[in-house]
């Protein structure tokens, strides 16, 4: 599956240095403090059902959670846009993004997006169709990259950016939905009738919202704190270098990796129901993802400030200094992340739960604590402080496997 994420992104890469023709720094910044808000807020847009669509033994049942998920994404749209109408004010505020104001619009929309897609690709990693998710977030790439392309050429600014994120959410929802519906539309339409099953299935996986959704969102605003923290404490333009940093580094790792978490998750899982062993499947996984990282590494630590001036331009020169300071940190968390589908399967849910909270806290504190140091060495204090969390949470995962050895997936859930 992880081939249309290298497609799609190898695209987006070359893409980028035309962006940084067409979009300031300060444009890029305030379009990546919208859709981060976003990606915070679109972590519990399914109320984290999703999570539940590949555990139901019989598919009928687990159409069913697919479709609470897209109810919970559509309500989430519904509160979203009340917020946004009574309240964006108070949230530039909050989050210190007054320049970033006008475009909070975007946020409900992008949410909504985000949750049915993260629904639709559960479902198809359930049927083990890794090819038509694969291709779907190549597809997503290229619509979001040629969306802010084009958008860039008539200078339409953080609007154009944002309005390609949307195009690359459209282009990838309307991909898989066609690809799940196109022989199960009946099974879909049923679905949609029974709601005593759905209301006993919406119990059943209860524990999904109660100890993900807000977790997810304390963990995303973890993992954002360092975005926001530079666009109040450092500027607009800043955070728009960082922004950029993130994009060529961060992003495509964190889209393989959730490719990968999406066929490890059902691997595992049938496993598990099986009573087969899954240590060697997280060993195996670990140690591939670990060699497909470390080449990169070394090229970003050793000419990432050169790479991103050639690229990118002058002006963007600093963005290279950016990535190579956070590099670690990213190839940390690009090992770990897909391992926290363990947690998932084998029923430790509040063990992950809070390690969020943990991470949140301690990201709150590290971006506290560092914020009065110059940029560099806030970074490095932030990626320091990633490193040793996701190592942590690798750590717990592991252990987590071996305590549960021989036991068979909870059938209460």
């Known amino acids: 599956m992880s081939l249309g994420s290298f497609g799609g992104q190898g695209i987006a890469y070359c893409c980028t240095p035309l962006l940084t023709r067409f979009y300031t720094p300060l444009e890029m910044g305030a379009a990546a403090v919208i859709v981060t808000v976003a990606n915070i807020l679109g972590q519990a847009a399914t109320g984290k059902y999703d999570m539940a669509i590949c555990l139901p033994e019989r598919d009928d049942e687990a159409w069913s959670v697919f479709v609470i998920s ?3 994404s559509f309500t989430s749209l519904i509160l979203l846009l009340m917020v946004w109408l009574t309240s964006a004010a108070q949230i530039a505020d909050l989050f210190g993004i007054h320049h970033a104001a006008p475009w909070l619009g975007f946020v409900p929309l992008i949410v909504f997006l985000m949750g049915c897609q993260q629904s639709v690709q559960m479902l198809l990693s359930r049927r083990q ?4 998710v694969s291709a779907s977030l190549g597809f997503q790439a290229v619509g979001t990259a040629g ?8 200078g339409w600014g953080t609007t154009g950016m944002l309005l390609g994120t949307l195009c690359g959410l459209l282009v990838a929802n309307a991909t898989m939905v066609g690809c799940a519906l196109r022989n199960d539309w009946r099974a879909a339409w049923a679905s949609l009738h029974d709601w005593k099953r759905m209301r006993g299935l919406a119990a059943r996986y209860a524990e999904f919202p109660r100890w993900f959704c807000l977790t ?4 995303g605003l973890g993992s954002a704190i360092p975005l926001f923290v530079i666009n109040k404490v450092y500027g607009g333009e800043e955070a728009g270098r960082f922004n950029l940093a993130y994009l060529v580094v961060g992003v495509p790792a964190s889209v ?4 990968v978490a999406q066929v490890f998750q059902q691997r595992i899982a049938d496993q598990w129901r099986a009573n087969l062993p899954v240590k060697p499947l997280v060993w195996a996984l670990a140690t591939r993802l670990a060699c497909l990282a470390l080449p990169a590494l070394v090229v970003l630590l050793a000419f990432g400030p050169e790479l991103f001036r050639v690229a990118f331009g002058e002006k963007w020169e600093l963005a290279g200094h950016y990535a190579r300071v ?3 940190a990213y190839a940390v968390q690009f090992v770990i992340s897909p391992l926290s589908m363990v947690f998932h399967v084998v029923g430790a849910v509040k063990l ?6 943990a991470f949140f806290c301690t990201s709150l504190a590290t971006a506290l604590a560092a914020s009065r140091l110059p940029i560099n060495s806030f970074l490095l204090a932030y990626a320091i402080h990633d490193v040793v969390l996701y190592s942590a949470y690798g750590w717990l995962a592991v252990s987590c496997v071996v305590r549960t050895r021989g036991r068979s997936l909870d059938r209460k859930k």
Request: hydrophobic share 55%; aromatic share 10%.
């Open 70 to 72: 897209l109810l919970a």
């Open 129 to 132: 169709a890794w090819g038509r």
């Open 147 to 154: 969306g802010r392309l084009g958008f860039g050429v008539v």
């Open 216 to 219: 997810s969102i304390v963990n």
């Open 256 to 259: 393989v990796a959730s490719a």
């Open 326 to 328: 956070t590099g670690v």
């Open 352 to 357: 992950s739960s809070l390690w969020k909270v």
